[in-house]
């Protein structure tokens, strides 16, 4: 019997008020609310967003050790950032290695979990309709599909280092991004395309299409920081 298809990521019914502390930092860093760089105090952070202390310093330490926070001897903790030069680093790492991760993917996915990612970009294109074509931007783990890519690759180095700090810092940025004008709909077009050559096993295209949406992504990137219209 086929699964169910994997439906949009929930927070989970039993949080404690560390996850809950946790994942509103979390948000706050990822959407930009929490600026990178910027500098954090936890009196400050407890009146902004309503957290108690306890639960407060759990999440700090989650997110330290995420790589989303730096803590430097008298300087305090503060969001992590990096340069532009860095960031476009980082995208040319992810050309490679999740190039590597579609092709083992057409590799070793199977039918049923390439079926609920077929489903999963279903939800996404709602969601860009919802939007108005004006943003793409996907939660954390299974409901996201470069995550969704790497576990299927069935390579635990791979997706180790894919789904580390790498991740979590590349979401900062790729929120950022996902409300370029007629990139969400792009982006869901090569995604799309993607999956279909994962389902057709070729693992070659899988890559090369991969390495190209990346590519694109990263031209993106430069093209914002050339016009001005992203600050690193």
């Known amino acids: ?44 952070l407890c009146s902004r967003f309503n957290l108690t202390r ?3 310093r759990e999440a700090l ?25 860095e960031l476009l ?17 057409a590799e070793r996915m199977t039918d049923e979990e390439i079926a609920e990612l077929q489903t999963t970009l279903d939800s996404h294109e709602k969601m860009i309709e919802q939007a108005r074509g004006q943003a793409y931007y996907q939660a954390e783990g299974d409901y996201d599909f470069h995550h969704r890519i790497a576990t299927g690759s069935r390579n635990a180095k ?16 790729r929120y ?6 007629g990139r969400p709909h792009k982006a869901l077009d090569e995604h799309r395309r993607i999956v279909e050559a994962i389902a057709q ?13 990346i590519n694109a992504a990263r031209q993106n990137i430069e093209q914002k920081i050339r016009n001005g219209l992203l600050a690193i």
């Open 1 to 44: 019997m086929a699964e169910a298809p994997i439906q949009p990521w929930t927070q989970p019914q039993t949080q404690t008020r560390a996850d809950e502390a946790f994942d509103c930092l979390q948000t706050a860093i990822v959407t930009g609310e929490l600026a990178p760089g910027e500098k954090i105090g936890e009196v400050e």
């Open 54 to 56: 306890g639960p407060l």
């Open 61 to 85: 330490g989650r997110l330290e050790s995420r790589g989303l926070l730096v803590r430097r001897p008298h300087a305090g903790v503060k969001v992590v950032s990096v340069s532009a030069a």
């Open 89 to 105: 680093e980082l995208y040319r790492i992810r050309e490679v290695m999740e190039g590597l991760a579609a092709r083992q993917a």
């Open 158 to 173: 791979l997706a180790q280092m894919l789904l580390g700090d790498l991740y979590y810092m590349v979401r900062m940025y």
């Open 176 to 181: 950022r991004l996902s409300t370029s004008a």
């Open 201 to 213: 096993r070729d693992s070659e295209l899988a890559e090369f299409l991969m390495k190209r949406h």
